[in-house]
């Protein structure tokens, strides 16, 4: 494989590790549990994103952009970490924050990821809406002709689908990394259970596993919607990845795993199963996760080991995509652990 006709900005500290979990997986009476250290790429505090933004910096700078524009839920991670490739590369940051939780909190609004972005130096727009991703689009392109009008040359990272999945690369190239950490070791997996919102990662991983053969089964945990509405976004997702990796076909929709069962009552609100995969990650194996991705994943990791989805002997891999910043700004949420 080889995404070499891409341009790739240098951003995430790689390899990632890649960890027994031991605690955890003696806790549950197995399957034994590895967890590859995404929330450690570095970028500001880490997380999956950092992985993708290589290649959607890559096309900014390829493209003359002084401007990177991006949308993202108040305390998101992504928006998080384009600041921080925006600082490093020397470009301008404007960042739209939806309002997509109904959490009226100081530190929901100012710490965390949005303390961040101020520190980073990006620019904040709000947007009132918090569901509408063609709204969200539409915002960005509306700041982006602005910073047209003024002589800037914008690059906007766009959320809705319909635009070439990029970011989702950065995941193709990861599966090179995991695959042969696992050739190292002597190590294969039987799964890999990771967050899926925009999907990007999901279809990265999938498409990035089966484009080098490899049959590991790809578990999506549904942070975003439920799994009816996620299925079709990560098909649509993957099949546009393989498209623009160069092997259109390699997935197809029965690859599609997906489980909304951890999901609760929506994006960013709290469920006991996320604060008890909250707080076993962190008594058990010292790892920090976050109360909307990572801890939400862990719960679903939990939960199927404890219903015998994986078999005892199995080998399963979390993926840790980060979101570490995010445990300040929902800090009130997690005030009962
Ligand atoms: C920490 C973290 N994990 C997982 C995800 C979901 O990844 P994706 O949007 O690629 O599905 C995000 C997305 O913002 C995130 O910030």
Same mark, same amino acid.
């Given at each position: 494989?080889?995404?070499? /006709?891409? *341009? /790739?900005?240098?951003?995430?500290?790689?390899?990632?590790?890649?960890?027994?979990?031991? #605690?955890?997986?003696?806790?549950?009476?197995?399957?034994? +549990?590895?967890?590859? /250290?995404?929330?450690?790429?570095?970028?500001?505090?880490?997380?999956?994103? =950092?992985?993708?933004?290589?290649? $959607?910096? @890559?096309? =900014?700078?390829?493209?003359? *952009?002084?401007?990177?524009? &991006?949308?993202?839920?108040?305390?998101? #991670?992504?928006?998080?970490?384009?600041?921080? !490739?925006?600082?490093k590369l020397g470009l301008a940051c404007e960042i739209q924050l939806e309002h997509r939780v109904s959490n009226d909190t100081r530190e929901y609004a100012a710490s965390g990821n949005v303390l961040l972005d101020r520190?980073?130096?990006?620019?904040?727009? $709000? +947007?009132?809406?918090?569901?509408?991703?063609?709204? !969200?689009?539409?915002? +960005?392109?509306a700041i982006a002709d602005r910073v047209r009008s003024e002589g800037g040359r914008p690059y906007v990272i766009h959320l809705a689908p319909g635009h070439p999945p990029l970011g989702a690369l950065g995941y193709v190239v990861a599966m090179e990394e995991l695959l042969s950490q696992m050739a190292g070791r002597d190590l294969e997996f039987d799964a890999v259970v990771?967050?899926?919102?925009? !999907?990007?990662?999901? *279809? @990265?991983?999938?498409?990035?596993? /089966? &484009?080098?053969e490899s049959s590991v089964r790809v578990i999506g945990a549904c942070v975003r919607r439920e799994r009816s509405l996620q299925v079709p976004r990560v098909l649509r997702q993957a099949l546009a990845t393989a498209e623009l990796a160069g092997d259109p076909g390699i997935v197809a929709e029965d690859d599609v795993v997906v489980f909304d069962d951890w999901l609760g009552p929506g994006y960013g609100q709290a469920t006991p199963e996320m604060k008890e995969a909250v707080t076993l990650a962190a008594r058990q194996e010292g790892l920090l996760l976050d109360p909307v991705y990572t801890g939400k994943s862990m719960a679903a990791l939990i939960g199927l080991a404890r219903r015998? $989805?994986?078999?005892? #002997?199995?080998?399963?891999? $979390?993926?840790?995509?980060?979101?570490?910043? *995010?445990?300040?700004g929902y800090s009130s949420m997690l005030e009962d652990i």
């Open positions: 494989m080889s995404l070499d /006709r891409f *341009a /790739r900005a240098s951003l995430a500290h790689l390899p990632t590790p890649l960890e027994p979990m031991a #605690n955890l997986s003696r806790l549950l009476g197995g399957p034994n +549990l590895w967890v590859k /250290r995404d929330d450690c790429t570095g970028l500001a505090m880490g997380g999956n994103k =950092a992985r993708q933004l290589e290649f $959607y910096f @890559g096309d =900014a700078l390829a493209q003359g *952009a002084d401007t990177v524009i &991006i949308t993202g839920a108040v305390q998101s #991670n992504f928006v998080r970490q384009t600041a921080a !490739a925006c600082a520190l980073l130096g990006a620019r904040i727009h $709000y +947007l009132p809406e918090g569901e509408d991703e063609q709204a !969200a689009d539409a915002a +960005l392109e990771l967050p899926t919102g925009s !999907a990007a990662t999901h *279809a @990265g991983t999938l498409v990035g596993l /089966r &484009i080098q015998g $989805y994986f078999g005892g #002997n199995a080998n399963v891999l $979390y993926l840790h995509t980060g979101g570490t910043p *995010a445990l300040f």
